[in-house]
C-alpha cells in the first residue's frame, strides 16, 4: 500500500518508538508523525529489530525531509542527528499524572495518539497475531488508511492502491 516516491513528512515532525506484541513478542515500530497546527498530519512507521542510533538515524533519514524540526524525547540516541541536518527538539517525559494528563506538545500527543491508535487497529482487527516477517507490510496498509482519513475524495483510494500496485515490483517471480 505504500507510494514509492511519496512526498515525506517535513516542517516540525514528532519521531519516537513503540511496541507491538505480548510479552514474549514485542516488535519495535518507530513512528513519525507530522505536525500540522494542533492536527496530526502524516505518519510513517517501519518495524525494525533492534533500538538502536543507527536504526533510529536511518528511520528519520529516510522517512523524513532533510531541515526538518525533528521532536523526540531525550533518548540518547537522537543526539547526534543535528549532524545530519535535522534540528533537534528533545522534550522531558513527564514526573506526575497531573502532569501526563495535559494534551499539550511537550509530551508528543499526535505519536502517541497515532500508536494507540495502531495498537487497537493491531489487536482489534488481527488480535495481536500478525507474523512478524509480515508486519511492515500491515504498517504500510495502516499507514495508507491514516493518511487518508480525512479524504474529501473517497474514490481517490482505490486508484491510488492501484497505482501503488502497478509501481511496485511484483512479489512472485
Known sequence: MAIVGREKPSGRVEVDEGFLGGVNNKEIVMIAAEVRGSATGRIRLLHVQKRTSENIHKFIA?????????????YNSYVKIAEKGYVLEAQKKPYSWEEASRDDDRLQ??????????????????HGKINKE?????????????????????GLLFHRSTQAAIKSNPLLP
Open 62 to 74: 529516510d522517512y523524513i525531509d532533510p531541515g526538518s524540526t525533528i521532536i523526540s524525547d531525550k
Open 134 to 154: 509480515n508486519l511492515q507490510t500491515y504498517l504500510d496498509e495502516f499507514v495508507f488508511r491514516f493518511n487518508r482519513r480525512k479524504s474529501g475524495s473517497r
Open 109 to 126: 500527543p499526535r505519536v502517541h495518539r497515532a500508536i494507540s491508535i495502531l495498537k487497537r487497529w493491531y489487536y482489534g482487527t488481527y
